[in-house]
């Protein structure tokens, strides 16, 4: 089912993109909001691999990660924007720092925290198909994207203020997932700048990562992901049209 998602979405952007280009005279800022856009990004997930190999690490002490919620930064820009006056339609690209980190204290004569980071680093593709809702208020009826994880994972063991190890673990191949939403566009000066709040719902999928050193994998059972499942992303960002 997941597959065919991925290649329904992939059929669309592609060739609604190219229908666009090819119908407009348009390009970056001819129409709307075609330009740059920054922001910042929430991200939920669900990180089961990960938190059970974290919280197991020592058989004295059972530890409390619970890695479920990145926050970041997220920059892109609206290729193509095709304004037919009842609709629009943007074809668009992004970048995005998803990170989280949480520090655990451990009862050992050695070893007095573990300090653990998740990056959710991704880029991807996005079309968004939207009205004028009321006045500067414009709708994005749908708004789906395809995405392109690389996510690391670095975890620290630390006496007071000495890092007695750091291990990285980098992924094995590419984790992708795609997103579906809605939102609203805030047009502050038409064509020029808004203001874009975006809901989604993110499916992702993250098998394992593996060690920089050794080569070891995390989650380590074989049976478990690090990442099994996403959730919902809210997105607040500025558009800076550059309209030709």
Same mark, same amino acid.
């Given at each position: @089912?997941? %597959?065919?998602?991925?290649?329904?979405?992939?059929?669309? !952007?592609? *060739?609604?993109?190219?229908?666009?280009?090819?119908?407009?005279?348009?390009?970056?800022?001819?129409?709307?909001?075609?330009?740059?856009?920054?922001?910042?990004?929430?991200?939920?997930?669900?990180?089961?691999?990960?938190?059970?190999?974290?919280?197991?690490?020592?058989?004295? %002490?059972?530890?409390?990660?619970?890695?479920? #919620?990145?926050?970041?930064?997220?920059?892109?820009?609206?290729?193509?924007?095709?304004?037919?006056?009842?609709?629009?339609?943007?074809?668009?690209?992004?970048? &995005?720092?998803?990170? #989280?980190? %949480?520090?655990?204290? +451990?009862?050992?004569?050695? *070893?007095?925290?573990?300090?653990?980071?998740? #990056?959710?680093?991704?880029?991807?593709?996005?079309?968004?198909?939207? !009205? $004028?809702? *009321?006045?500067?208020?414009?709708?994005?009826?749908?708004?789906?994207?395809?995405?392109?994880?690389? $996510?690391?994972?670095?975890?620290?063991?630390?006496?007071?203020?000495? +890092?007695?190890? #750091?291990?990285?673990?980098?992924?094995?191949? +590419?984790? @992708?997932?795609?997103? +579906?939403?809605?939102?609203?566009?805030?047009? !502050?000066?038409?064509?020029?700048?808004?203001?874009?709040?975006?809901?989604?719902?993110?499916?992702?999928?993250?098998?394992?990562?593996?060690?920089?050193?050794?080569?070891?994998?995390?989650?380590?059972?074989?049976?478990?992901?690090?990442?099994?499942?996403?959730?919902? %992303?809210?997105?607040? &960002?500025?558009?800076?049209? !550059? $309209?030709?």
């Amino acid at each position: @089912m997941k %597959q065919k998602l991925y290649k329904y979405l992939i059929i669309v !952007i592609s *060739i609604t993109a190219f229908s666009q280009v090819k119908s407009q005279t348009c390009g970056f800022g001819c129409l709307g909001l075609s330009g740059v856009y920054g922001g910042y990004s929430i991200q939920q997930y669900e990180a089961d691999g990960l938190n059970n190999y974290l919280n197991s690490q020592f058989s004295f %002490q059972k530890l409390d990660f619970n890695f479920s #919620e990145g926050k970041g930064l997220r920059f892109g820009m609206n290729v193509v924007r095709a304004d037919y006056g009842n609709f629009f339609f943007t074809f668009k690209g992004f970048y &995005q720092f998803i990170i #989280e980190e %949480q520090t655990q204290i +451990v009862s050992s004569r050695n *070893i007095r925290s573990v300090d653990a980071k998740l #990056e959710m680093n991704n880029w991807g593709v996005a079309i968004d198909l939207g !009205i $004028p809702l *009321i006045g500067f208020i414009d709708w994005k009826i749908i708004d789906g994207s395809i995405n392109f994880f690389t $996510p690391k994972v670095t975890i620290k063991k630390r006496f007071n203020d000495i +890092v007695l190890s #750091e291990d990285v673990y980098s992924p094995t191949k +590419v984790g @992708m997932g795609i997103s +579906v939403g809605s939102g609203l566009i805030f047009n !502050i000066v038409k064509d020029y700048i808004s203001i874009e709040a975006t809901g989604r719902y993110n499916f992702i999928e993250i098998e394992n990562l593996s060690s920089d050193v050794d080569g070891s994998l995390i989650p380590s059972d074989g049976n478990s992901k690090l990442i099994n499942k996403g959730g919902i %992303q809210a997105i607040i &960002q500025l558009n800076v049209g !550059i $309209p030709l």
